[in-house]
């Protein structure tokens, strides 16, 4: 009993300490997910606290689990836009890049650390996968938002390309483990994991979706039946040698893109797991690496790192993104953010779980590899996002939503919350002083804990909470008023889309009428929206930008098809793509 109590104080203290320790990873910039592993290995066996903890199999058993809520948290929170946006430069980057990435760091791996080509090949799928979530998180904390492109490209690109590292890696743990020939039939095997996986994973989530809509159960349960589901799936799809990671983020996006009444809940519950199960394992990883051991291969770990960052992600880039003709900054950035995690660690306990000689190589060697990956690449993205000038003006939002899923509409209602602040753009107004184009009911003030009522027309004053009711697809327009930093906003929208905003429908021989432009070239009656898209060859986003002669283009709004339906316009000296 003691020694359990013991276990379970330790315990509890790290993830105490983790979670604290985010508000300084926060404030240094520094990616959370190193936080972690460097607290693990601080209680490690040669850490200040001297726990000793060598047991792969229990390591396993939780990565796997913390992946699968990851993956199936991942997949709720991707939307249809994204992949209507960036799907087919995604998967390119998730299936070629993979292969890529792996092959020129097995070649590599092969020859700095004298192992066999199909040893030096595991080794690279095991690297060839990589972590937005880090990435986004650094994001978040730091108040960056870039361009949806981007965003999204490597949002798809992270939650595709880990079931597929995981299907090459088990692929090649078991031709090296079993001593099978490379041959066809390897082949046939990743084909099967590929296709039971997505099989599966979509049978799933369509199951999962008519049960929410049928079974009588208390809301509090669905997102216990969300966990327990998604668990369950990820078992069953290996059981059948199916891609159980692949199944378990194709349930996740069909969850989560359903409209269900129950998605806020389940999302709310996922999230602090999806944090715990981060936690969990990075502090697991931690305590499971042995310092000394790593310098046992550090030189040629370091030098595979660079290769993977410099030479092999860049490569696997530029080649996957050649037909949809991404911008330069852009194809840098991708390449830079190529974040390695967990996932290259967890994977790398295949080979010691297989009873392969040389175990520990392949979990010391990617665990320098991430660890390089998470100081260099993690601590610089931000400045590179800005250097690269992918960072477009943050959407206005309300500082709460809070959305009626649970009342049948054709549109889906939320209660908006708006804090009224010095600085607010409706300081000392009332709400008859306000114009929306849109339908909006106003609910009321929060003062001092009290509820005013409409019919009282308050005036806002500071530290007012102003709620009103309004469509989902209206609220941006609607934060364009009420929101805090709205004059903010207007301030960044200039210097970043110009000063001007035109139509995109108006035609280039228009424009050329305003700004005395050069179309040699040019069909003087395409509209602008058309000459993007023609530059673009695909659906455009906000923040794109093309230059047409001495103007810059920005594309300000789009509409659902994908087209912009405004322009920002900015004289420019020198020409950008």
Not at 275 to 297: A, D, E, K, R, Y
């Amino acid at each position: 009993m003691d020694g359990i109590n013991l276990a379970i104080l330790v315990g509890g203290f790290l993830f105490v300490i983790s979670i604290v320790a985010t508000l300084i990873s926060a404030r240094l910039g520094a990616p959370m997910l190193l936080v972690f592993l460097i607290i693990g290995m601080l209680a490690g066996e040669e850490g200040l606290v001297g726990i000793q903890f060598d047991n792969p199999e229990v390591a396993f058993f939780i990565g796997s689990i913390a992946l699968v809520i990851i993956l199936f948290d991942g997949g709720m929170r991707t939307h249809p836009e994204r992949f209507r946006v960036a799907l087919a430069p995604a998967s390119m980057l998730a299936t070629v890049g993979v292969v890529l990435t792996c092959g020129i760091v097995g070649v590599a791996a092969a020859y700095l650390l004298d192992l066999t080509l199909l040893q030096g090949l595991l080794l690279g799928a095991i690297l060839s996968s990589t972590d937005a979530a880090a990435v986004f998180s650094i994001f978040q904390s730091q108040g960056l938002r870039i361009k949806e492109r981007v965003a999204s490209t490597l949002e798809i690109e992270s939650g595709s390309n880990d079931p597929m590292a995981v299907m090459l890696t088990l692929t090649l743990v078991g031709v090296l483990a079993q001593g099978e020939p490379l041959n066809w039939n390897v082949g046939k095997t990743f084909l099967q994991q590929a296709v039971v996986g997505a099989v599966m994973g979509y049978a799933a989530g369509r199951v999962f979706v008519y049960l929410c809509r049928k079974l009588p159960l208390s809301f509090a349960f669905f997102p216990l039946l969300a966990v327990a589901s998604c668990i369950f799936i990820y078992a069953a799809t290996n059981m059948f040698g199916g891609s159980g990671f692949l199944a378990v983020y194709l349930m996740g996006y069909l969850v989560g893109n359903a409209r269900l009444p129950q998605i806020i809940h389940i999302l709310r519950m996922h999230d602090g797991l999806a944090w715990i199960s981060q936690i969990s394992m990075f502090l697991m990883l931690g305590l499971l690496v042995v310092p000394t051991n790593l310098l046992n291969h550090l030189v040629p770990a370091l030098l595979l790192a660079a290769i993977l960052i410099f030479v092999a992600r860049p490569i696997a880039v530029v080649i996957s993104l050649i037909p949809f003709r991404f911008p330069v900054r852009d194809q840098l950035f991708i390449s830079w953010v190529g974040l390695r995690g967990a996932v290259p660690i967890i994977l790398a306990l295949f080979p010691w779980l297989a009873g392969m000689p040389d175990e520990h190589l392949y979990f010391d060697v990617a665990f320098v590899v991430v660890i390089v990956s998470l100081v260099l690449q993690g601590w610089s993205i931000v400045p590179v996002a800005r250097w690269l000038k992918l960072e477009v003006p943050k959407e206005l939002a309300p500082d709460q939503a809070m959305p009626l899923d649970a009342v049948p509409s054709n549109d889906v209602m939320e209660v908006l919350a708006f804090k009224v602040t010095d600085s607010s753009p409706v300081l000392a107004l009332s709400w008859q002083d306000l114009q929306f184009k849109q339908p909006i009911q106003f609910l009321g003030v929060l003062r001092d804990g009290e509820w005013l009522l409409p019919e009282k027309k308050p005036v806002f004053n500071a530290k007012d909470t102003l709620m009103v009711l309004a469509k989902l697809k209206h609220v941006q327009k609607i934060s364009e008023v009420l929101a805090n930093d709205a004059e903010k906003s207007v301030l960044s929208n200039s210097n970043f889309f110009g000063d001007f905003v035109l139509n995109g429908d108006i035609s280039l021989g228009d424009l050329d009428a305003f700004y005395t432009i050069n179309l040699v070239g040019q069909d003087s009656q395409q509209t602008l929206a058309g000459y993007i898209a023609q530059r673009f060859h695909r659906r455009v986003v906000i923040g794109d930008q093309v230059q047409l002669d001495q103007l810059l283009l920005t594309v300000r709004q789009v509409n659902d098809a994908g087209e912009a339906t405004q322009v920002g316009i900015k004289p420019v000296v020198a020409k950008q793509d």
